[in-house]
């Protein structure tokens, strides 16, 4: 039967728009954002590692080929120098909730970045709870999922309430993560943060900076946190691959430090460079 595209009638989806068939009509995939600096990736192998893993537990069947080398080549044939870039896999078209096929289907695209790596953010960003937003946490919440609408509509939230960030709770009310980071927190001298079980995304960057940490002499603990203990925190960051720490100046209009966030960023940045 003929379809209507934006009101035009064809016999047949477009073949671009036919090769994206699942992620379209069933988000039957998942995504990677991930930093070039200088033109290498230094965390590919962590973002491969997640991303497969993902894959796998979907039941994709991925080709031999299919490693780090491979998406070196692939990548780096559309970006160079500093970039942003957004690693997007789907299932082949055909079939309803159950596909017909299990072969996969990849995006690449990319985007310009100014730095190489992360630069600290004066003075911080402003964020708040998004009321209406619940996410679960089941066995494919350490993934980053195409449907993306949950987080769509809390970073519209965020943009409403004039915030650059919002924060996301699970449905057992308790904070989970924000609209695109991980959620970190000071409690005197030691560092916090939601664990995976809580529905947070598995984040390269918060695996990373727990490692660092750590190494640099910080105690580091994952545990669960209501928005209002976190509202009662001295200090509140975020991190994700591409942006590194980003210091929170203000949650809900209450003023924060970020002194101690500063010292970690600096720890951060400088295992980077070495």
């Known amino acids: 039967m003929p379809i209507n595209w934006n009101s035009e009638i064809l016999d ?4 671009e728009l036919l090769q994206a068939q699942r992620a379209c009509l069933y988000a039957d995939g998942l995504f990677e954002t991930l930093r070039m600096s ?8 962590d973002h491969w590692q997640r991303l497969r893993a993902g894959l796998e537990a979907l039941e994709f069947e991925l080709p031999a080929h299919w490693d780090e080398s491979f998406w070196a080549v692939e990548i780096k ?30 995006l690449l695209t990319a ?8 630069t600290w953010q004066t003075p911080g960003i402003r964020i708040g709870l998004a009321a209406g937003i619940r996410i679960s946490s089941d066995a494919l919440s350490g993934f980053k999922g195409i449907d993306t609408t949950r987080y769509v509509a809390a970073a519209l939230e965020a943009h409403r309430n004039g915030w650059d960030e919002a924060i996301v709770l699970n449905t057992a009310d308790r904070v989970a993560e924000a609209t695109s980071a ?6 005197n001298d030691t560092l916090c943060t939601t664990p995976c079980s809580e529905g947070c995304v ?5 695996g990373r900076l727990i490692g660092v940490a750590e190494e640099s002499g910080y105690a580091v603990f994952e545990k669960s ?4 203990a976190l509202q009662a925190a001295d200090e509140v960051f ?6 590194g720490i980003i210091p929170v100046a203000d949650i809900s209009g209450r003023a924060l430090s970020v002194a101690k966030t500063k010292r970690l960023f600096e720890c951060f940045t400088g295992s980077l460079a070495g």
């Open 12 to 15: 047949a989806l477009p073949g």
């Open 38 to 45: 200088n033109g290498a990736l230094p965390w590919l192998s």
């Open 77 to 106: 044939k559309i970006a160079s120098g500093n970039a942003r870039i957004r690693w997007q896999v789907w299932r082949a078209p055909g079939g309803w909730y159950l596909p017909e096929s299990r072969a996969p289907v990849y």
């Open 111 to 118: 985007e310009p970045l100014e730095n190489a790596w992360f």
């Open 182 to 187: 991980n959620v970190f927190w000071w409690e």
């Open 202 to 206: 598995a984040g390269i960057a918060r």
């Open 225 to 228: 946190v209501t928005f209002a």
């Open 238 to 243: 975020l991190t994700n691959a591409v942006r």
